[in-house]
């Protein structure tokens, strides 16, 4: 079916909403009858909404004056946060005002040319014609678009219904791929739906609390806050291969061999099987395949675990005798699982542990995964891109049906299958199969793994958007077209964090110039690729959310009881599930898990004990490159590639202005190198130079580099866990030139 175009004489005047007006009239002459911005003079007052950097989801009064946002405050009331906030927290208003906003759009005229400030109709113009004229040729997969966990859920839906839908594009992946991947596929396969069972109250009522591959302090800095008001003097037991700020912070700590993590949990379940600290009970009424699993680790022995992991029997055997003594143990994992080799069977290998031994369902339990981003849950389920809108599946005939008819389109414009991942998508640009891309909400240039290969894969396009608050980043300065986007606190919408919680975004500042809510260009979008019509009553991000809730209806993430947005602002938000008879019994400290009736989500009612043999690493070291790079975050004030934080000034004096690279003193002192001496790093894709910072924090043998500075991903590898498809970021092989 080819949908009927609509010219630009039928766009509703949307862009009049988001621009000061001055600027607007100075930039945009013409068609969108830009008379009409109110200047209103209301009231100095505060709001609250939901913080948008990390997925903890703090909620910040906003203090407002003058129509602007002037100061913030974390909010006392908010179960989240309970009055507290991060540097990032206090800060986020610093981005907004910054000089390299993206204030209007940005047109290459050809390959060779620079980019030129032209009126919305040219850019909406260009972006139809290009990605039409290429699909035209190569047909409707030669465009596809790669989105993100940093806008509104509302966002994210049109988004990926407009492209999938309404565009005919079948490829749409997110940055959610580098991040969240492995524990959606974990918890699908293990529990039967992408479910995080947890509240953050289990962090105050655990008496074991086990954090794996998380940076807690420094990563969710108001999380670990709540692991500080437990009163339960709990056993803090961090495994990761270094002494991270939580691990000084820890009672026990295991600090792994990189990427031996599967190894490990075998033995642990080794353990606690031959010493009977297993949950017969639990496991007969609630789970399956429990049989093949316990033979399964047989022989994942504590001498041959010790060997693999450099953990020692002793040490092997105490972990198991805590997980044993503790009434309610709580796993948590993050990036130091998510970002491997064999990560998805790593993270069931934890779910296994909380099941074996009951501890799920209950108060201060569960085998927990920490989003990252302020929305990446959202993406999880909206996105439309990996699953179909509110947790579907594109394979399932019913699934698609049922879409199509709440949003009242022909069920053959809804693809039958999930998009390309990712890296297959940055793989079909170099394969040619791939020509135009739209890139909105993540800067791939400097956070894709095997960075080089990206860039190239970039200049292979016939045409590149990149969607963006900023005009300055990486991916930006290579488009072909750059789309001037809103942000954070420039908009209306939702964000799902870490326990599941929807919380309100607000719009309590103008964006500068002609940028626009990524809202309002999908709308733009919608009208010039001629299928405006299909999202007519897609007509403001609370319409959009109430027909989301439709979606979501039957759903194990069902919020078919949430109306409107008001009652997320009086219930302080509202972790899924929530129908209409939840909605009912919400209090104003509403804190809720999954599973306390022991249902999980599988057609009988059973979680699925998942395992398989370990896999070899794809680059291990050797005597050429001998030493283990690992990567990760490298203080609470720098968000992944700083296109935010770095506006900051009070955030830039929190951490080192240029790139640096954790060495031993063993090996730094063998190799002659000094404290803060630059040093060349290499691996077999690229050398870069860093700061060397000399710390017992890494182990002989391994360098830690943050992932904050573009370089970092010049020397990264591109593997990927098999299942999820998620980058190992965590592990390649380097040597230090000297
Ligand atoms: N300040 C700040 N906060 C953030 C972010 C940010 O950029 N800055 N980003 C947000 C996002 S999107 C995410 S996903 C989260 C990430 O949050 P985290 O996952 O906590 O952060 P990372 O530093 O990437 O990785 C965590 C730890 O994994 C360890 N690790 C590496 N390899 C292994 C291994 O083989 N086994 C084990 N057990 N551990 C290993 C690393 O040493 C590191 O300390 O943070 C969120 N919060
Ligand atoms: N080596 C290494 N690399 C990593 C990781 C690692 O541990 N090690 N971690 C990975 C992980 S977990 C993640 S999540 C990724 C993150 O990687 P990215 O998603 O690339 O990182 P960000 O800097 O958050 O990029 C977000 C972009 O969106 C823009 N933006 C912010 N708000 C808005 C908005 O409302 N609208 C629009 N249109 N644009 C907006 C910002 O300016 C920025 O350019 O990095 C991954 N890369
Ligand atoms: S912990 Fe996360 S959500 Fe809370 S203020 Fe800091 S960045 Fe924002
Ligand atoms: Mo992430």
Request: charged letters at 20%; one cysteine or more.
């Amino acid at each position: 079916m080819k949908l009927k175009k609509q010219w630009i004489d039928k766009i509703p005047p949307i862009i009049q909403h988001d621009g000061p007006k001055t600027s607007l009239l100075l930039r945009s002459p013409g068609k969108f009858g830009l008379g009409q911005v109110p200047q209103s003079s209301a009231p100095d007052r505060t709001t609250s909404m939901v913080c948008g950097f990390c997925s903890t989801g703090c909620s910040l009064n906003i203090h407002i004056k003058d129509n602007q946002a002037v100061n913030i405050t974390p909010d006392s009331d908010y179960p989240v946060n309970i009055g507290m906030a991060c540097p990032k927290g206090w800060e986020a208003l610093e981005p907004l005002k910054a000089d390299d906003r993206a204030t209007t759009p940005l047109l290459r005229k050809d390959r060779d040319s620079e980019l030129e400030e032209v009126s919305w109709e040219v850019a909406m113009e260009q972006f139809r014609e290009k990605f039409s004229a290429i699909q035209a040729q190569h047909g409707d997969e030669s465009v596809a678009f790669i989105s993100t966990g940093q806008i509104v859920t509302e966002e994210m839906a049109f988004l990926g219904a407009l492209a999938k839908f309404g565009m005919g594009m079948k490829h749409g992946d997110g940055n959610t791929r580098q991040c969240m991947a492995t524990a959606v596929v974990s918890y699908k396969q293990s529990f039967g739906f992408d479910a995080p069972p947890y509240t953050y109250q289990d962090f105050e009522k655990s008496d074991v609390i086990i954090l794996i591959g998380s940076n807690l302090c420094i990563a969710h800095p108001i999380m670990w806050q709540r692991v500080e008001r437990n009163k339960l003097n709990p056993e803090i037991i961090v495994i990761d291969p270094r002494t991270t700020e939580t691990a000084v912070a820890a009672t026990q700590h295991y600090p792994i061999m990189p990427k031996s993590d599967l190894i490990f949990f075998y033995g642990i379940a080794h353990i606690l099987i031959r010493n009977g600290w297993v949950d017969g009970q639990f496991i007969q009424s609630h789970t399956n395949e429990y049989e093949g699993f316990a033979s399964h680790v047989e022989k994942f022995t504590p001498e041959m675990v010790e060997k693999q992991s450099g953990i020692s029997v002793e040490m092997l055997e105490k972990l198991a005798a805590t997980i044993h003594a503790g009434k309610n143990v709580s796993f948590w994992w993050t990036m130091g699982i998510n970002q491997g080799h064999e990560a998805t069977r790593t993270a069931q290998a934890i779910i296994n542990l909380a099941l074996m031994t009951g501890n799920i369902g209950r108060e201060g339990t569960g085998a927990n995964s920490i989003t990252g981003q302020c929305n990446a849950m959202g993406s999880r389920l909206f996105s439309n891109t990996t699953g179909l809108l509110g947790g579907h599946d594109f394979t399932k005939a019913t699934d698609r049906k049922k879409v199509a008819d709440i949003l009242e389109i022909d069920e053959s414009r809804i693809p039958n299958e999930p998009s390309l991942a990712y890296d297959q998508i940055i793989q079909g640009i170099h394969d040619g199969k791939i020509k135009g891309l739209w890139v909105i909400a993540t800067n791939g240039a400097h956070s894709w793994i095997h960075q080089d290969k990206y860039n190239e894969a970039m200049k292979k396009l016939d045409f590149l958007v990149v969607q963006d608050m900023y005009s300055s980043t990486e991916s930006a300065v290579n488009a072909d077209l750059i789309l001037p986007a809103a942000g954070w606190g420039e908009k209306d919408g939702v964000f799902i964090n870490s326990e599941r919680r929807i919380g309100l975004v607000k719009k309590v500042s103008r964006a500068p110039g002609l940028a626009l809510s990524d809202f309002n260009i999908f709308k733009l979008v919608a009208q010039y690729w001629g299928c405006g019509e299909m999202f007519q009553k897609w007509s403001s991000p609370e319409k959009v959310f109430q027909i989301l809730t439709e979606l979501s209806k039957g759903q194990p993430c069902d919020i078919s009881g949430i109306k409107d947005y008001r009652i997320l602002d009086d219930t302080k938000g509202i972790q899924w599930p929530c129908n209409e008879e939840d909605v009912s019994k919400l209090t104003s400290q509403n804190e809720r898990r999954l599973f306390a009736d022991g249902k999980f989500y599988h057609s009988d009612g059973k979680a699925k004990f998942i395992y398989s043999d370990p896999t070899p690493i794809a680059e291990p070291t050797n005597t050429d490159y001998p030493f283990i790079l690992l990567t990760g975050r490298g203080s609470s004030a720098q968000w992944h590639t700083q296109t935010r934080t770095k506006k900051s000034a009070i955030l830039r004096k929190l951490y080192p202005e240029s790139i640096y690279i954790e060495v031993h003193p063993t090996d730094a002192e063998r190799l002659n190198i000094q404290a803060n001496q630059i040093i060349k790093i290499s691996s077999r894709r690229a050398t870069v130079e860093a700061t060397a910072y000399i710390s017992t924090s890494v182990q002989v043998g391994q360098l830690f580099m943050p992932m904050h500075y573009a370089k970092s991903n010049r020397l990264t590898h591109a593997s990927f866990d098999p299942y999820s498809r998620q980058p190992s970021y965590k592990h390649c092989a380097v040597c230090i030139l000297t």
